[in-house]
């Protein structure tokens, strides 16, 4: 596995595994959070334990079936995508795709107006790395039921990480794991700082349509994912480990805004490209 660009394919065998190891970690109260153990190369345990994550499976629909007006719409929104190749939402879509620490950990640095990093932000960092294991795999009970072909085998046009075609090919696609990590973060985010909740959940949004952008998802399978990362949000909340991650996180972002640190990435660069089309479903 390339630790660099890690995907639910390769890591959801060993999210269990994870999760069940986090239930063994513990955190200090300093500021600095204590090592979590890996469930796998790149990914740290998350704060679920298997049987303590929501059931995708019965939270979302089944795959829309054929000549139903959903089908439709996805099929629609998939070829409205294909005019966005090599534009610079493609590439802001391509970066989105890249779950891997620390890149992964600035998605959201414009949105809410600090940089977040292991250096400045480390138990805000560790917080959405945790989190990362447990958003990514709960989309799994639903994927693997209905093992729902991705829309490039179906349109044939290039996706956005082509070196993750031929694995994609053999993951399920229904609902996106990439959309319910982003908007589970989101979720996270605008309650770490809700001055800013409008941008962050903005970002969020348009972070699962990058899945459509990639041509990765179909349209139903973004849509989907959200309901399933709002169901483990709530279901952190009554976790002692996370909760005390969140309020070290808020604490953290307090201290950034008074030092004046600014956000990490190109934020004229990511507006611009938001903005090129801000919804494919528009």
Known sequence: MNVTTPTWTKCCRHIALAAIAAGCATLHA??????????????????LAPREMPNSLALVP?????DSSALLLDQEISRRSFELRDSARWA??????DLSFPHAAGTFSCALGAPISEAAAPRLYTLLRRTLTDLGGSTYAAKVH?????????NKEP???????????KDGSYPSGHTAAGWGWALI?????????DA??????????????CNAHWHSDVVQARSVAAGVVA??????????????AKAELVAMRSKGLKPDRDCAAEAGALAVLPSLAQ
């Open 30 to 47: 300093q500021n600095e959070p204590s090592p979590v153990p890996g469930g796998f190369p790149g990914l740290l345990a998350g704060y």
């Open 62 to 66: 089944p795959v829309p079936p054929v």
């Open 92 to 97: 802001l879509a391509k970066s989105d795709a």
């Open 146 to 154: 209905y093992n729902r072909a991705r829309p490039f085998t179906w």
């Open 159 to 169: 996706i956005c990480t082509p070196q993750d075609m031929e694995m994609l090919a």
């Open 189 to 197: 985010l605008a309650e770490v700082s809700p001055a800013q909740g």
């Open 200 to 213: 962050i959940l903005k970002r969020g949004l348009s972070f699962g349509e990058s899945r459509n952008v």
């Open 235 to 248: 279901r952190l909340h009554v976790q002692n480990d996370f909760r005390a991650d969140l309020d070290a």
